[in-house]
Each structure stands twice: as C-alpha cells, then as structure tokens.
C-alpha cells in the first residue's frame, strides 16, 4: 500500500503562488503516475496535472495551463505542484493520486488533501 501525504496549501491572495508537495511512502511501483486532483464545495473532483514515473511527461487541464506545474523529486519520492497566478477559481481541496498498475487492473491511492484557498 501507498502512503500519501500533502503540504503546502494556505491562503493566498490572487496571483499568489504556492507549491504543494506530496510525499509517497510504502510499497514501490516501477511504473505509474502521480496525479493532482482537486474539489471545490459543491464540485465535481477535478483532474488538474499528472505526470508519469518512468519519463516526467507531463498532463494538465485546460485550466491550469501555463499557471501550474507538476514535477517530480525521485530521491525524496514526492510530487510537486507548483501553482502560479492563482485565481479565486483555484480554490479547492488539492489531492495527490497515485495511478499504479495500469494494464493490470490499477490501483489508486489518495492523500488526505489540502486546502487551499485565494482571495480576490
């Protein structure tokens, strides 16, 4: 099992930054994706970034291009989101996702979340 744990979100005014950070322990896999998902109150779970393990490609959502990006610290085994001109739109719960096993069924494991919120 994948232990996820998130840091990092806060309040922030708009066009703020923050970077959150996901750190992963317990059982390794040699290929798989670590994702960021958020929720805003009342709000469907949202993709917003995932890169891959086994090459740092990287995927976003629309609404997040050129304002976040995700990385990666393999020594540390954590995942970063670094958020840049932060709307009042980009308020939400931020997840950290780990996608394992892809093509062998998968297996997802979800951190606890962190909130963060911008004010306009």
């Known amino acids: 099992q994948v232990q996820l744990v998130e840091s990092g979100g806060g309040l922030v005014q708009a066009g703020g930054s923050l970077r959150l950070s996901c750190a992963a322990s317990?059982?390794?896999?040699?290929?798989?994706?670590m994702r960021w998902f958020r929720q805003a109150p009342g709000k469907e779970r949202e993709f917003v970034a995932r890169?891959?393990?086994?090459?740092?490609?990287?995927t976003y959502a629309d609404s997040v291009k050129g304002r976040f990006a995700i990385s990666r610290d393999n020594a540390k085994n954590t995942v970063y989101l670094q958020m840049n001109s932060l709307k009042p739109e980009d308020t939400a719960v931020y997840y950290c996702?780990?996608?394992?096993?892809?093509?062998?069924?998968?297996?997802?494991?979800w951190g606890q979340g962190t909130q963060v919120t911008v004010s306009s």
């Open positions: 996702n780990f996608l394992g096993g892809v093509g062998v069924g998968g297996v997802q494991y």
């Open positions: 890169i891959s393990w086994s090459d740092s490609s990287t």
């Open positions: 317990g059982r390794t896999f040699s290929n798989y994706f």
